[in-house]
């Protein structure tokens, strides 16, 4: 009896990953980003390597392997590469714990700290792994609503990435709206704006949130980062879990120099900075303030 599976189909040997360029690619990525790319990556980086050869018109991924390391295109590749391989999910108020902290205590708390951000100076948030925006977009919409019930409240957030291509998606502020279910119908009236075309419904910020977010490029694996050393409210979440423990040190000390004296460092709720040695206490789970 001869089986057939319905979908499937033929790949070439030159269209694999062999192990070899598999551990090349794997030593590339980690210590350009900090990434660690265990064995089990390697069926999904084939697959998104077949996407970016078809891009550059390479028949397969062993050719686009031979083109970046024997015909000496890393360097010109090396972006495309990295946006190729990172993941990016996100949804607008993911974990919307630490959202729910900053509206109820965490913003007022900062405005009463001597330094008084917010009042003497604008309060300074940064989305230090931004993804696609919905994040730093998610932080604009709590601090507008703050910034409406006291008028004489500003702050500034500004989002980084590695990521070239989620940075230019982030700018256009244009998202399926399925990425929106978690935000509240009275902020979705004010910030959200549904696209007519329900075949492929899609919601964009409003010019009020998109001018709130300053967008730009980071990798966290620089030795230092051109952001200012008095940050209020530093977001790094859902980053930390691909980085080994000294990275994750390295990153998180770094962060830390750039947060004012009690300030507030989040991190993912799956990820732990428990035994690190870092300046911070915790003040709810996966919060941290700068001590």
């Known amino acids: 009896m001869r089986t057939i599976v319905k979908g499937a189909s033929l790949v070439s040997p030159d269209d694999r990953l062999s192990q070899q360029d598999f551990t090349r690619l794997a030593d ?10 265990p064995p089990a990556k390697r069926t999904m980086v ?3 390597l077949r996407k970016r050869a078809r891009a550059l018109n390479l ?8 083109h970046i390391f024997d015909d000496g295109a890393l360097d010109e590749e090396l972006v495309n590469l990295i946006d190729a ?3 990016n999910k996100t949804d607008f108020f993911r974990e919307e714990q630490h959202f729910r902290f900053l509206s109820s205590s965490g913003i007022q708390a900062l405005t009463q700290l001597p330094h008084r951000p917010g009042r003497d100076r604008p309060m300074k948030v940064w989305s230090a792994a931004c993804s696609t925006g919905a994040e730093p977009y998610t932080l604009a919409m ?12 500003r702050f500034e957030i ?10 230019a998606r982030a700018k256009r502020a244009v998202y399926p709206e399925e990425m929106a279910r978690a935000v509240s119908p009275d902020l979705a009236a004010r910030y959200l704006r549904r696209s007519r075309n329900r075949d492929d419904p899609t919601i ?12 730009g490029h980071l990798n966290l694996m620089d030795p230092s980062y051109p952001m200012a050393t008095d940050m209020d409210v530093i977001f790094c979440r859902n980053i930390l879990i691909y980085f080994d423990k000294p990275t994750q ?4 000390k770094k962060l830390c120099d750039h947060l004012s004296c009690g300030g507030y460092l989040f991190v993912g709720h799956s990820e732990t900075i428990s035994g690190l040695d870092l300046p911070v206490s915790a003040v709810a789970p996966s919060i941290f303030a700068r001590t």
């Open 158 to 167: 500004f989002a980084t990435d590695i990521c070239t291509d989620v940075l």
């Open 142 to 153: 709590v601090f507008l609503e703050w910034a409406r019930l006291q008028r004489d409240f």
């Open 46 to 48: 084939e697959g998104r």
């Open 59 to 66: 028949p397969s991924v062993h050719e686009y392997c031979r």
């Open 85 to 87: 391989i990172t993941t």
């Open 249 to 252: 040190l390295s990153v998180l």
């Open 28 to 37: 590339i990525i980690q210590n350009h980003c900090g990434i660690r790319m």
């Open 204 to 215: 964009r910020l409003v010019p009020e949130v998109r001018r709130s977010v300053h967008f």
